[in-house]
């Protein structure tokens, strides 16, 4: 039986086990939601890889991984044959297979069993080292070993810059398991969730597990484990337009979150949030994604400090679309669920109405490995910290900007040879542009690298004919003129399998001139729009259990659209 990363009742929902690769027939899939244990029957159909698998007994392929020292190198694999993926290695026990995205990670060697046919391997170690896919044919071998050699294309610590996944749930209970997805995955920064709170529970836990409390777990000097998360995901699948609350991501608390009473729509996000930071002042609080209906009461009320522009609904071979309870259209042409890119370009302009609002808010990034079927850190974030890493510094880089979220493209900005999160004071009188330096880096083709400005697109390259040879590194400065305060952003698009957009995005670079706030009346005024639906939303006679419930959450609601009220006329 291969290790799961199931210890206990209060793990979060991930594994199958029981499996093997290709057999026919009935197996049981495990889910673990909190307290409640579930167990799915799923029936595995025959196909013509399993006429192989009937026909004779398997061989054994070993595989041993390394760098170029020769050094065994921990990754996430599969194997195909004859169209299907096998994810789940004979040996070593180890190894953690994951159903949802058919893969399994492994400490640097596997053996998997396989039939008399051709295979491919395929091997891959996070966004700086290249994948491999390696062709073999077992044919008559019962045993076969084969060494394959991972190649960095970039290192990023080496320029210091550190990636995070914020949304990681798998093996939120086993430090080995956090450890191997750490390093399989080259995820420098694993803040697992020790907490995953729904509104549902009688009462929230007031004290940290063992393996959440102390200190970070360093791995190594590029590698470390944070166990003092919590998310907050009141959410419903068949919700109003709206009609969900959205999920907010607390890091680096000093102790658990509490409330004297919760439910599945009170009290906000944003009190809850404000609360944490009262009790936990370093606590870094991220935004699952800026379409949740209650991201602009805690935006105006200064409970975030990031959103997620490369987030869990973007997979490896798929787009998800909005839905869930999110915030309904408020202007023409807006769509959560619209075929095409349309979450991905409300995404987007959400994101840049917020930063038109005068907020101070950087990008983040994160997968749902546990929930989705994607690796670690396929939607990741990178901070930028001076000298060895240490958890206090990448969350300090987090909070003050200096960071970059992606899909894969490594994307770096400066301003006047000012980094990511810096404000630039300019005067009126001063007519000199404002130099914008910009790089992109890539070993897949991308389509545009493109410079944003209060939420516009200013400037924009074609990088659709370029072909990375072996890595496709573009570099360009524009100048742009500084007549309003404001901010500029970087961003790099690309398309996935299914052909829908991806991107790479930096945190802004803010700019005031003459000492002028940030301000966009237009984009105050959809806020106030957005925050009257929430309150038509919040009359609905059984939206709270009690009247003291709901008047709380709307004069949280009024706080806030009093503040965009104030937005709106600033504007000169």
Same mark, same amino acid.
């Given at each position: 039986?291969?290790?799961?990363?199931?210890?206990?009742?209060?793990?979060?929902?991930?594994?199958?086990r029981?499996?093997?690769?290709?057999?026919?027939?009935?197996?049981?899939?495990?889910?673990?939601?909190?307290p409640?244990v579930?167990?799915?029957?799923?029936?595995?159909?025959?196909?013509?890889?399993?006429?192989l698998?009937?026909?004779q007994?398997?061989?054994?392929?070993?595989v041993?991984?390394v760098?170029?020292?020769?050094?065994?190198?921990?990754?996430?694999?599969?194997?195909?044959?004859?169209?299907?993926?096998?994810?789940?290695?004979?040996?070593?026990?180890?190894?953690?297979?994951?159903?949802?995205?058919?893969?399994f990670?492994?400490?640097?060697?596997?053996?998997?069993?396989?039939?008399?046919?051709?295979?491919?391997?395929?091997v891959?170690?996070g966004?700086?080292?290249?994948?491999v896919?390696?062709?073999?044919d077992?044919?008559?071998?019962?045993?076969?070993?084969?060494?394959?050699?991972?190649?960095?294309?970039?290192?990023?610590?080496?320029?210091?810059?550190?990636?995070?996944?914020?949304?990681?749930?798998?093996?939120?209970?086993?430090?080995?398991?956090?450890?191997?997805l750490?390093?399989?995955?080259?995820?420098?920064?694993?803040?697992?969730?020790?907490?995953?709170?729904?509104?549902?529970?009688?009462?929230?836990?007031?004290?940290?597990?063992?393996?959440?409390?102390?200190?970070?777990?360093?791995i190594?000097?590029?590698?470390l484990?944070t166990?003092?998360?919590?998310?907050?995901?009141?959410?419903?699948? !068949? /919700?109003i &337009? %709206?009609?969900?609350?959205?999920?907010?991501?607390?890091?680096?608390?000093? *102790?658990? =979150?509490?409330?004297?009473?919760?439910?599945?729509?009170?009290?906000?996000?944003?009190?809850?949030c404000?609360a944490?930071?009262?009790?936990?002042?370093?606590?870094?609080?991220?935004?699952?994604?800026?379409?949740?209906?209650?991201?602009v009461?805690g935006a105006?009320?200064?409970a975030?400090?990031t959103?997620?522009?490369?987030?869990?609904?973007?997979?490896?071979?798929?787009?998800?679309?909005?839905?869930?309870?999110?915030?309904g259209?408020?202007?023409?042409?807006?769509? !959560? /669920?619209? &075929? %095409?890119?349309?979450?991905?370009?409300?995404?987007?302009?959400?994101?840049? *109405?917020? =930063?038109?609002?005068?907020?101070?808010?950087g990008?983040s990034?994160?997968?749902?490995?546990?929930?989705?079927?994607?690796?670690m850190?396929?939607?990741r974030?990178?901070?930028?910290?001076?000298?060895?890493?240490?958890?206090d510094?990448?969350?300090?880089?987090?909070?003050?900007?200096?960071s970059?979220?992606?899909?894969?493209?490594?994307?770096?900005?400066?301003?006047?040879?000012?980094?990511?999160g810096?404000?630039?004071?300019?005067?009126s009188?001063?007519?000199?542009?404002?130099s914008?330096?910009?790089?992109?880096?890539?070993?897949?083709?991308l389509?545009?690298?493109?410079l944003?400005?209060?939420g516009?697109?200013?400037?924009?390259?074609?990088?659709?004919?370029g072909?990375p040879?072996?890595?496709?590194?573009?570099s360009?400065?524009?100048?742009?003129?500084a007549?309003?305060?404001?901010?500029?952003?970087a961003?790099?698009?690309?398309?996935?399998?299914?052909?829908?957009?991806?991107?790479?995005?930096?945190?802004?670079?803010y700019?005031?001139?003459?000492?002028?706030?940030?301000?966009?009346?237009?984009?105050?005024?959809?806020?106030?729009?957005?925050i009257?639906?929430?309150?038509?939303?919040?009359?609905?006679?059984?939206?709270f259990?009690?009247?003291?419930?709901?008047?709380?959450?709307?004069?949280?609601?009024?706080?806030?659209?009093?503040?965009?009220?104030?937005?709106?006329?600033?504007?000169?």
């Open positions: 039986m291969h290790r799961s990363g199931v210890n206990n009742r209060n793990a979060l929902p991930y594994l199958c029981g499996l093997g690769p290709l057999g026919p027939g009935v197996v049981s899939i495990r889910e673990i939601h909190g409640c579930v167990w799915l029957s799923v029936a595995i159909l025959l196909s013509s890889a399993n006429s698998w009937a026909a007994s398997p061989g054994q392929l070993t041993r991984i760098d170029l020292q020769g050094q065994a190198l921990p990754c996430r694999a599969w194997v195909e044959v004859v169209g299907e993926r096998l994810f789940r290695p004979s040996a070593p026990e180890v190894c953690t297979p994951y159903p949802r995205d058919r893969s990670s492994c400490d640097g060697n596997f053996t998997i069993d396989l039939p008399a046919a051709q295979a491919l391997v395929h891959e170690r966004k700086e080292y290249r994948p896919n390696r062709s073999i077992m044919g008559a071998d019962r045993e076969k070993a084969i060494t394959i050699t991972l190649q960095r294309w970039i290192n990023m610590p080496a320029e210091g810059w550190y990636s995070g996944d914020l949304h990681v749930h798998l093996g939120a209970d086993d430090p080995q398991v956090l450890r191997q750490a390093l399989a995955d080259d995820v420098h920064v694993t803040p697992a969730f020790t907490y995953w709170l729904r509104g549902r529970e009688s009462q929230w836990p007031s004290t940290w597990p063992p393996f959440g409390e102390g200190e970070p777990w360093v190594d000097a590029t590698h484990i166990r003092t998360a919590v998310e907050i995901e009141r959410i419903q699948r !068949n /919700a &337009p %709206g009609g969900s609350v959205g999920a907010s991501f607390l890091f680096n608390l000093t *102790r658990p =979150l509490s409330a004297d009473r919760v439910g599945e729509h009170f009290p906000t996000d944003a009190a809850l404000l944490a930071r009262r009790h936990s002042p370093e606590v870094v609080i991220d935004t699952d994604k800026p379409s949740w209906a209650e991201t009461v105006a009320l200064g975030y400090d959103v997620q522009v490369c987030h869990n609904h973007y997979h490896r071979d798929q787009t998800l679309s909005g839905g869930w309870g999110m915030i259209p408020l202007a023409p042409g807006e769509s !959560n /669920a619209a &075929p %095409g890119d349309g979450l991905f370009h409300r995404t987007n302009a959400l994101y840049y *109405r917020l =930063l038109n609002c005068g907020f101070r808010l990008v990034g994160g997968s749902a490995i546990g929930v989705m079927p994607v690796p850190g396929y939607s974030v990178y901070a930028q910290i001076q000298g060895p890493l240490t958890a510094k990448f969350w300090a880089a987090l909070k003050a900007g200096r970059f979220a992606t899909n894969g493209p490594m994307l770096t900005m400066t301003a006047d040879r000012q980094p990511l810096s404000t630039l004071e300019r005067r009188a001063d007519q000199s542009p404002i914008v330096d910009v790089r992109v880096r890539s070993i897949d083709r389509e545009a690298l493109q944003v400005h209060n516009l697109v200013v400037e924009s390259i074609d990088l659709s004919k072909q040879t072996p890595v496709l590194d573009r360009v400065t524009w100048r742009i003129p007549k309003r305060s404001g901010w500029i952003a961003r790099s698009l690309f398309r996935a399998p299914d052909g829908l957009l991806r991107q790479a995005h930096t945190s802004p670079i700019i005031t001139v003459d000492d002028q706030p940030i301000a966009s009346r237009e984009d105050a005024r959809y806020m106030m729009r957005w009257d639906r929430l309150i038509d939303i919040a009359h609905r006679p059984d939206r259990p009690t009247e003291a419930d709901r008047q709380a959450v709307l004069d949280t609601y009024a706080r806030a659209r009093a503040v965009y009220q104030r937005i709106a006329g600033e504007v000169r």
